[in-house]
């Protein structure tokens, strides 16, 4: 190699040590950069051993600053020394949260690895962070997701490491952590749940409390018994899984009754507030409700949630003897969606009952309630209209691949011809069946849907028994969708809560009322309105003057709805203002006696609230939509009165789906020459005879002058529709 070329390759090595250097340089100063920013603000660890931190508790008020409940955390925190905790709950602990915690140096990487393998491929939830990562979290970092936030965290878990012994932080972990509304630290919820001493639990209710953590809110055994009882199963079968109990251990405390305990403090409206709290927990995150000194001004109006409750009571004291033992009541305001009362059960601390379950949420079926938005759906996409003729008999829808659907009218009574108006007014069975056929489920589950039905999500999954109530809902939800109805056709979903304000009187939130989106059209929303609040409509089972009838306010619509099991009871209504739901059964599902109907059981308490509601207030009358068009049609056909005469009546259409057709009674069909009831064309036995006929909606011939078709023992013939 010549000198030249040593010389240059000299250069080029020194040139390229030079980069590197600076390269390295530059990584340092980013680095330091990095940790300057994050240290700047980063948190003093020797706070996590300073038992003089403090907290402040949020208010919560009704509209008018009533307190209702105060959510707080220090207040309900007594510290417990690590001696004192059970052994049960330090082995149920770690085994859910960190089994390695005495071994790693808070970082446990095959925990999480674990963790992930588990979520993933076992679907079984199970979380990597240590229970030191998760004291740095709860006790010393706010809630946000930043990259930031994460190098605090892992920079103070070390720290953390350093500066305690394992059983201090295990110590400060059982001290500072939530276990759900105002319970943080062990010794807190073992008494708050169990009314216990922490180290006076038993391996069932230290796995059930070690559990919570995971997500206080999910797994509350008050709001969520059955989630906190699988979750308390996960946790035993870890602490078998680790060898930490036996099976029969396992077994043994899977099988023990838990006997929770509440104290009665003075919360006012407790299924509204722990509603409230649900959502402000999403908004804030669970510490700053608990710690933040929120100040939380609600829609809800305690002087009306008061008269609810002792309206609940007292009737459902009418009807224990039909084994009615709760009741429930929804109050929202349809412009707005505000929630105005809330009563989830007869008796909050009824535990006979299962008073704490909030039935105002829970899914439930709704019976003939959900009738109006299956005739809804067919008055939207022209399919029927309020004229439509349908023929009220006993009657067998076949179904494809399944046995024959064969539906009965409440109390096996049948009506024959009868138009919409009087189907729907008077709640009959078979006509709403016939509704939805020709309409369509998928078409309703999808009407439903932008109504505010949550539950019914896939058309597959039900059928023709959907319009009786045959899928589930939320009470809730029944609010939103008949808000439908009174708004004009404009969904507005329930609101609860008005304003937020911080520590410092700054404002966090602000209710602000926003239109909402149009589920159904004006036309529509009228015409159900006109039905439900029409008193002549529903006067052949109903009667007249009922009590679903409010003296003075003729323009409130309602609608009544019983299972076929007579395990749910419900009557809801509305006005243009507000929207009114009751329900009446049982929490564990058994039957009420038959007596209960919904004029016997929730339409009392119903007709009660409605009339509170209205006393000062105006009557509204309906605002007729210019789409509407009225006119007098044939009460048999629906049609335009056929030249010969018919029978007429005044009826509302939605201006597209107008009858253009003028259709006769007068009819060749053809009848059996015997019996002289209809039959087809394949009967050997049949012959041509004019009859007065008419074709109900799903295009069955009605004769309404032959003879009807009687079974061999003198019954009436079930109609087979397909």
Not at 55 to 80: H, I, M, P, T, W
Not at 151 to 158: D, G, H, N, Y
Not at 198 to 226: C, H, M, Q, R, W
Not at 648 to 665: A, G, H, Q
Request: hydrophobic fraction near 40%.
């Amino acid at each position: 190699m010549t000198k030249k070329n040593k010389k240059k390759r000299k250069t080029s090595k020194n040139k390229y040590k030079k980069l590197k250097i600076i390269k390295i340089v530059g990584l340092v100063i980013i680095i330091l950069g990095i940790l300057g920013v994050v240290f700047r603000d980063i948190p003093n660890p020797n706070k996590l051993s300073n038992k003089n931190n403090f907290s402040e508790a949020s208010q919560v008020f009704d509209r008018n600053g009533r307190l209702l409940y105060k959510f707080y955390a220090d207040k309900n925190r007594v510290f417990v020394g690590i001696d004192q905790v059970s052994d049960n709950l330090k082995k149920a602990t770690l085994a859910i949260e960190d089994a390695n915690f005495y071994k790693h140096f808070g970082f446990d990487i095959k925990g999480l690895l674990r963790g992930f393998y588990r979520t993933v491929f076992k679907q079984r939830l199970q979380g990597g962070s240590t229970l030191t990562q998760q004291l740095v979290k709860n006790a010393l970092l706010s809630p946000e997701r930043t990259i930031k936030r994460k190098i605090k965290e892992a920079i103070l878990t070390v720290a953390v490491e350093i500066m305690y012994s394992k059983d201090q932080i295990l110590e400060m972990y059982f001290n500072q952590t939530p276990y759900g509304g105002t319970m943080w630290g062990v010794k807190a919820a073992a008494s708050g749940i169990f009314n216990k001493d922490v180290s006076d639990l038993s391996l069932a209710e230290a796995a059930l409390i070690a559990g919570l953590p995971g997500s206080p809110s999910k797994y509350s055994p008050f709001t969520n018994p059955d989630g906190a009882k699988q979750r308390q199963k996960m946790v035993l079968a870890r602490m078998e899984e680790l060898g930490m109990i036996s099976k029969e251990e396992r077994e043994k405390a899977e099988e023990e009754e838990l006997k929770y305990f509440v104290e009665r403090s003075e919360i006012k409206a407790p299924h509204f507030v722990f509603e409230v709290r649900e959502k402000l927990v999403e908004m804030y995150g669970l510490q700053t409700v608990l710690e933040g000194g929120l100040r939380v001004t609600t829609s809800l109006d305690l002087n009306l949630q008061s008269f609810a409750e002792e309206t609940v009571m007292s009737e459902m004291e009418k009807i224990e003897k039909y084994n009615v033992t709760n009741g429930a009541v929804l109050i929202t305001e349809a412009k707005t969606g505000q929630v105005l009362a809330m009563v989830g059960s007869k008796n909050y601390w009824a535990e006979d009952i299962d008073g704490k379950y909030n039935v105002a949420t829970a899914l439930r079926q709704p019976g003939s309630s959900i009738k109006p938005i299956a005739y809804a759906t067919g008055l939207e996409l022209g399919t029927i209209t309020l004229a439509s003729v349908f023929d009220d008999r006993a009657t067998c829808f076949s179904v494809p691949n399944q046995k024959d659907y064969c539906p009965t009218n409440y109390g096996y009574s049948y009506f024959g011809v009868q138009s919409m108006r009087n189907a729907l007014g008077n709640s009959l069975n078979i006509p709403a069946v016939k509704a939805l056929k020709v309409t369509g489920v998928e078409a309703m589950v999808a009407t439903a849907s932008a109504m505010g039905i949550s539950s019914y999500v896939d058309a597959d999954n039900y059928g023709l028994s959907l319009s009786l109530g045959g899928g589930e809902i939320k009470m809730v939800d029944m609010n939103t969708a008949f808000g439908v109805f009174a708004n004009q056709g404009v969904r507005q979903d329930l609101n609860y809560i008005l304003k937020v304000e911080g520590k410092n009187n700054q404002e966090l939130y602000k209710y602000e009322w926003i239109p909402g989106e149009r589920a159904i059209s004006r036309e529509t929303a009228f015409m159900i309105h006109s039905v439900l609040s029409d008193d002549g409509a529903r006067s052949m089972v109903f009667g007249r003057g009922s009590l679903l009838n409010i003296k003075g306010h003729p323009e409130v619509a309602v609608k009544t709805g019983t299972t076929n099991d007579l395990r749910d009871n419900w009557t809801i209504g509305f006005t243009p203002d507000y929207v009114v739901s009751v329900w009446v059964g049982n929490n564990n599902n058994t039957k009420m006696k038959g007596v209960v109907s919904g004029i016997t059981g929730a339409a009392p308490i119903w007709n009660l609230v409605m009339t509170k509601l209205l006393e000062e207030v105006p009557v509204k009358k309906l605002t007729q939509p210019e789409g509407i068009v009225g006119i007098n049609v044939c009460n048999l056909t629906g049609m335009l009165p056929p030249e010969e005469g018919c029978a007429v009546r005044y009826e509302y259409f939605n201006e597209k789906y107008v009858p253009r057709e003028r259709r006769s009674l007068a009819r060749n069909v053809l009848v059996d020459r015997d019996g002289g009831f209809l039959v087809d064309s394949e009967s050997p036995n049949a012959e041509w005879r004019a009859q007065s006929v008419v074709e109900d909606v799903v295009g069955a011939l009605v004769c309404l002058d032959c003879q009807p078709e009687l079974t061999e023992d003198g019954k009436l013939k079930v109609k087979k529709i397909r």
